[in-house]
């Protein structure tokens, strides 16, 4: 009972529902061993006494570690938090902006208050105000209730000697800027407290109207420019065509992440070095202003490396090659080497400059990373002792002055590529498009990569990010993730959270959050043992949305976020209430609290990017030919005979095509694969969903996924450029001359909108969707 009291205290879960029906309990030994990645020691009975003693000594004050104000009509919200403080308490709240506000309450009222209930009350240390998502099922007894759930805001009121929150707030508190504060309280009795302020609008920005877009991975789009694998170059001309020509409102593109360097480097784009920074393999060497002043000297080789670049893209688009990032980077490194002595100009310069000065440490502790990584291997545990644990540490500082000419070198390549990404969201922008370039948030780091070197105190060490065993997978998934600290980030008042998506989100119209739900709960799975030995640890949500929703706004950009798979009964409530977009797949929307079949357009919700398909699901032609269970065959991956694989395939296209047809959807015939693919997009168009994304491959009849789940040397994943019907890649220029990509846009332009939304639609119960 005390491991899993002093469990639930900290957010860690000791059983879990991997289905509906159905509890599991969590091993002790998960449970311990996760509570010592928090820095809890519960390794013996005596050792979880005295972390509950600890904790219960903690709790006794007067603020939460973090306390978050919501913006409304009239300005921002007294938070519920704030319930319960004496009356006569003085509030003082220094903004990130510099002035301090200081304001108090009325004194207590002597005859509502005796000695005992004008005590500070008591409040948990790593909640904000009471969740709107229920805890994991199990995680907790009634009896083992942590204090937040026992006496905080949820009650029925402040108790007698106390006030209200809007009392002790008063007027003052609705003059509060947005952004990350400092709060304050002193009692009357001289008790002191403080904790982080996130005052938050009550919604992320809204993009205008309805739209649709593209939803491509940038390294498979080729052009007749690019050096073997599509750039930054191809991404505005995709825009400004797209835009211009096809009334494109946005274009969402893979993770831009800086990668691992490697031999080989790994090609998967949610797997990166460092979500902070881009990686400069994706510029276009010769959109950089410096590479038309090359001097003559060097002219030649620059020359000779075009030439090697034609002949990759040609390996690519002719001879069946795959994408070889290793070798793309090779070459473009070299020709940036060539092209960084050319002097900046002043403006440049200044930019320059004022780019160091924004990212700071930030980008002096990356570019240290990439310079040692050069040195001592890109793996950050197999360092010398001295430069692993600290990037402040005197032998850091000095291998950092050692290498300084390296350090500038990858903070200008950082520079360089946040200039093209601006350059392209500029391009998406004045084509017209209403969002622009939509970037993808991977779901964390690698364990070795530079955020897990430089931000060690943020993650949990030993521990790794998954998913539990459910209908899909039975033995779970481990993702080799390390997962964020919930009490490190509260800790740091959530800046390295903020900071992620602040640089992020300058150069989007919107972000795609990958596995939403960690906003929630993430399952941690310990080192060394298997997925199914993991465990859910809670994250403060209200937290993380406040920040999401400040950053967010601050950038004008709107958020989606992909909530496909097992997701907890209020999850997908509590992102709706913030303005977060959904996604919805055409072929996982079904009825699945009733008749099982395809759920009605008009049932669909409104605030989702509604799409046929991912990048790690099959293409719209391969799920109507059945090639994606051939594939699967082909490679050794089915887990049942191939007749009933076959099957069962067949059946679930007919009853979509079969509904379609009864929909008046497809005119073509159940027998013609392109207008089968424009049918599926027409109901997309039927649907309220604000946002429609058209995966590029399927308006050439690409059958090949992009990445193929569960398999690594058997499939080339993320290595594939846009091919058509027939596995021939199709390059950027031929997409714009493409009948068939402009027959399946036609469907979207004389489509009109849709009638007002319906009610919130009836989703599918956990684990009926794969994770």
């Given amino acids: ?54 904790h219960e000594a903690a709790a006794r004050r007067l603020l939460p570690t973090t306390v978050v ?65 229920p805890p994991p099922p199990g995680s907790r007894s009634p009896s083992e209730a942590p204090p937040h759930e026992e006496e905080g805001a949820a009650g029925p009121g402040p108790a007698p000697g106390s006030v209200a929150p ?63 694998m599509g750039d930054l170059g191809d991404l505005a001309e995709l825009a400004a065509w797209s835009g211009r020509s096809l009334g494109v409102g946005f274009v969402q ?17 949610y797997r990166p070095s460092s979500r902070r920074f881009p990686d400069p393999v994706h510029l276009r060497v010769e959109d950089v202003p410096e590479y038309a002043h090359v001097p003559a000297g060097d002219r030649a080789r620059l020359d000779g490396l075009l030439e090697r670049a034609a002949a990759l893209r040609d390996g690519v688009l002719n001879k069946g090659g795959l994408i070889d990032r290793d070798a793309v980077w090779e070459l473009k490194k070299e020709a940036l080497e060539l092209v960084r002595p050319v002097p900046l100009g002043p403006g440049r310069r200044a930019a320059y400059c004022d780019f160091l000065a924004e990212q700071g440490t930030a980008l002096e502790d990356h570019a240290t990373w990439c310079a040692l990584a050069e040195v001592h291997g890109s793996d950050w545990h197999a360092w010398p002792a001295e430069l692993r644990d600290d990037p402040r540490s005197a032998a850091v500082e000095r291998a950092r002055d050692e290498l300084c000419d390296r350090v500038d070198l990858y903070c200008w390549l950082a520079w360089l590529t946040d200039c093209q990404l601006a350059a392209a969201q500029h391009a998406a922008r004045e084509a017209g498009m209403p969002v622009g370039i939509v970037h993808d948030l991977a779901v964390g780091v690698h364990p070795g990569g530079a955020d897990a070197w430089a931000q060690q105190d943020a993650y949990a060490r030993g521990m790794s990010v998954g998913a539990p065993p459910d209908a899909f997978n039975a ?55 298997p997925p199914t030995d993991g465990t859910y640890v809670r994250y403060d949500a209200d937290a ?38 959904g996604t919805s797949v055409l072929w996982f929307e079904r009825d699945w609290t009733g008749t099982d079949e395809p759920l009605p357009p008009e049932a669909w919700r409104e605030h989702c990017l509604a799409t046929a398909t991912t990048h790690d699901l099959p293409s719209t032609a391969a799920r109507l030919t059945g090639e994606h269970v051939a594939l699967r065959h082909r490679l050794g991956l089915l887990t049942r005979p191939l007749a009933d694989e076959r099957a069962e395939a067949s059946v679930e296209v007919a009853d979509w095509l079969s509904y379609l047809v009864r929909l008046g959807l497809l005119p073509e015939g159940t027998g013609d694969e392109e207008g089968g693919i424009r049918a599926v997009y027409r109901f997309l168009l039927r649907t309220p ?17 992009q990445n193929l789940p569960g398999t690594w040397d058997q499939y080339p994943n993320w290595r594939l450029p846009v091919a058509d019907a027939e596995g021939r890649p199709v390059t950027l220029e031929e997409l714009a001359a493409s009948p068939r990509l402009h027959d399946l846009i036609d469907v979207f332009r004389t489509r009109a909108a849709p009638s007002a939304p319906p009610a919130e639609p009836p989703m599918a119960p956990p684990g009926a969707r794969p994770a």
């Fill in 253 to 269: 593109i893979n993770p831009l992440h800086a990668a691992v360097p490697g031999a080989p480097t790994d090609p998967s784009p």
């Fill in 1 to 54: 009972m005390g491991l899993a009291r002093l469990a639930a205290l900290h957010g860690v879960a000791t059983s879990y529902q991997p289905s509906a029906h159905r509890t599991l309990q969590v091993p002790d030994d998960t449970v311990i061993a996760v509570l010592a990645a928090l820095g809890i020691d519960a390794r013996t009975p005596e050792a979880v006494r005295t972390a509950l003693e600890a």
């Fill in 689 to 705: 969903a604000r946002m429609v994304g058209i995966w590029l491959p399927d308006a050439v009849g690409d059958r090949r996924p």
């Fill in 69 to 133: 104000s919501w913006t409304g009509e009239d300005g921002p919200q007294p938070p519920p938090a704030l319930a319960g403080l004496p009356a006569g308490t003085v509030l003082r709240v220094g903004t990130e902006q510099g002035p301090a506000v200081e304001w108090g309450s009325p004194p207590p009222d002597p005859s509502q208050a005796s000695p005992s209930q004008a005590s500070p009350s008591q409040a948990s240390p790593s909640q904000t105000s009471p969740s709107q998502v």
């Fill in 544 to 581: 993380m949305l406040a920040v999401l929703a400040l950053e967010a706004h601050l950038a004008g950009a709107s958020v989606i976020g992909e909530d496909l798979g097992t997701v907890e009964p209020g999850v997908r409530d509590a992102l709706a209430e913030r303005g977060v977009s």
């Fill in 475 to 529: 033995l779970g998934q481990d993702w080799g993730l390390p997962p964020w600290r919930p009490d490190a980030l509260a800790a740091a008042a959530y800046a390295p959270f903020r900071g992620l998506l602040r640089g992020l989100l300058r150069n989007a119209g919107a972000l795609r959050i990958d596995h939403v739900m960690g906003l929630f709960r993430l399952w941690w799975v310990p080192e060394g043992r």
């Fill in 166 to 228: 809007s009392s002790v707030a008063g007027e003052g508190w609705r003059q509060l800027p947005l952004g990350v504060h400092r709060l304050s309280a002193r009692t009357p009795d001289g008790t002191e407290d403080a904790a982080t302020l996130v005052v938050a609008p009550g919604r992320v920005p809204q993009q205008p109207g309805r739209t649709y877009g593209l939803l491509v991975q940038l390294y498979s789009l080729l052009s007749r420019r690019s050096w073997g």
